[in-house]
């Protein structure tokens, strides 16, 4: 409408970052909806409109289009250079694990010399410098302003995390995959997508971003996520089967597994290879044969994929170890949905001589439904300390009692501490020799939020705090740091 050859300089979903010769997508968002910037971006001097029906009252070009979000990742990604073109890109959505599978990816490649970047959870890198990460997935300027850095420094591979959140809305419908994983579909983030099919629907949309030729790895060991998945796949994709089940195309035989790692025979493709890791969980063996079905099709050896497993050490916040010489262990691990507590209590479980003791909470303002659901899967521990997560605006106390009421009295000793870091002393206080002690929920986030302030939190820095005084208690109100 009102337009013949439009020439931008960049484009923006955000009227405060319009500018003299931007263009303007005016997006329906969850809780803001941009059609009421128009006006302000007019007058900020938008040089014209992304909109999905006519604004004849504004005196702008405009580029009528179905779906504003999907179109303007494309133009971002233009705009950009069309960077994804030049990159061998491996897309990694699921409900868990997609940060530990992406981490190996990059790994994998970049202990065989290709320069990795890293789009996900924990951090932003463009293979040469990194940044704290703001979203798992960035939005769409974003994304293609990042993998437009990774060509000018020389890098030739990424791995990126794909959020449900960020296929749904289409935030990378400009990206070209070469491969994608989907490493599960369980509960998770309902208060966004309202049903468990909407969820699976936005997660099977990865499939989309994969160009002719590229790989589709499925997890053998989730059927109906694997599925679900497999439908979507087309002719010109392959799709490659990966699972604990020696059936699947990329396939494993352990051989040992404690809490120092695991030894095992890894199976691609019909050719094996011996390899260890210093990863903690079956959970994390199936991140292991994700990465490496990735890797494979990306050109790796066999020998290089092993080398590149052996070397890997941990991701922040996954199952991370805490040794301050303490005669028990400690890990740290961002467990928020019942599926992924319970494969990590049932790892610590087969792996440990004395009690299993869990430190867990539900986030405030975020899908109620799973709450029940994770206190059933704590009631794998022997010991289970329910606290506060992020309780944002809601009542720590009322979310407490929601998780409280999947817990059944089946012999685990339930304790409930409202202060996390108390929650987290006592959980060491009473741990013996032989005992295991996971902090979960938090992972490597280095905050609390509680009402609308977010206060300086990190679980693993007050566990290893209090491990260095030998277990004495810590009384300190959480420092403020933001308001």
């Not at 897309?91 to 990059?106: F, H, Q, S």
């Not at 060509?151 to 400009?174: F, Y």
């Not at 991140?287 to 079905?293: D, F, G, P, R, V």
């Not at 009322?398 to 304790?415: H, R, S």
Request: charged content about 25%.
């Amino acid at each position: 409408m009102g337009c013949t050859n439009l020439c931008v300089i960049d484009a923006v979903e955000n009227s405060s970052d319009v500018r003299e010769g931007t263009l303007f997508a005016v997006i329906r968002g969850t809780r803001v909806d941009a059609h009421q910037y128009i006006n302000e971006a007019y007058i900020r001097g938008a040089a014209g409109l992304l909109v999905d029906r006519p604004h004849p009252e504004i005196p702008l070009p405009q580029c009528v289009v179905p779906d504003v979000r999907s179109a303007f990742s494309r133009i971002c990604e233009s705009l950009s250079g069309n960077p994804t073109r030049l990159l061998n890109i491996a897309g990694v959505t699921g409900t868990n694990g997609k940060t530990t599978t992406a981490w190996l990816i990059r790994s994998l490649l970049e202990k065989s010399g290709r320069r990795t970047g890293l789009l996900g959870t924990v951090e932003y890198s463009d293979g040469q410098q990194s940044e704290p990460a703001t979203l798992t997935t960035p939005d769409s300027r974003s994304l293609a302003q990042w993998f437009g850095r990774m060509v000018a420094a020389g890098t030739t591979h990424a791995a990126i995390e794909l959020s449900s959140h960020a296929l749904h809305q289409g935030r990378a419908a400009g990206v070209e995959l070469g491969a994608a994983v989907v490493t599960n579909i369980t509960q998770d983030h309902f208060d966004y997508h309202s049903t468990f099919e909407a969820y699976r629907s936005a997660k099977t949309r990865i499939v989309e971003l994969v160009q002719p030729g590229g790989m589709v790895a499925l997890n053998v060991d989730d059927p109906a996520g694997a599925w679900s998945v497999r439908n979507h796949v087309c002719e010109s994709l392959s799709a490659v089967s990966y699972g604990l089940s020696t059936l699947a195309d990329v396939s494993l035989q352990i051989r040992d597994e404690s809490l120092s790692g695991t030894r095992f025979r890894l199976g691609l493709h019909g050719r094996h290879i011996e390899c260890a890791t210093r990863l903690i969980g079956r959970h994390n063996l199936s991140n292991i044969l994700a990465a490496s079905a990735v890797a494979f099709h990306f050109g790796l050896t066999p020998e290089e994929i092993a080398e590149g497993i052996e070397t890997f050490h941990r991701v922040p916040g996954r199952m991370e170890q805490i040794d301050c010489g303490q005669p028990f262990d400690v890990f740290v691990d961002f467990a928020h949905t019942d599926d992924a507590l319970q494969r990590c209590l049932n790892s610590l479980k087969s792996l440990t001589a004395g009690r299993v003791i869990v430190v867990f909470g539900a986030g405030g303002d975020r899908d109620r439904g799973k709450r029940p659901k994770l206190g059933k899967a704590a009631m794998l521990a022997d010991v289970a300390v329910v606290t506060s997560d992020n309780p944002r605006t809601e009542d720590p106390a009322k979310i407490i009692d929601e998780i409280l009421a999947g817990m059944q009295n089946d012999g685990t000793v339930t304790i409930v501490e409202q202060d996390r870091r108390e929650a987290i002393c006592k959980s060491l206080q009473m741990a013996a020799p032989g005992d295991c002690v996971l902090i979960a929920g938090k992972g490597h986030e280095n905050e609390q939020v509680i009402g609308r302030e977010r206060f300086s939190f990190d679980d693993r820095k007050i566990a290893r705090e209090f491990l260095r005084e030998r277990w004495q208690p810590l009384a300190r109100p959480p420092e403020r740091v933001s308001a």
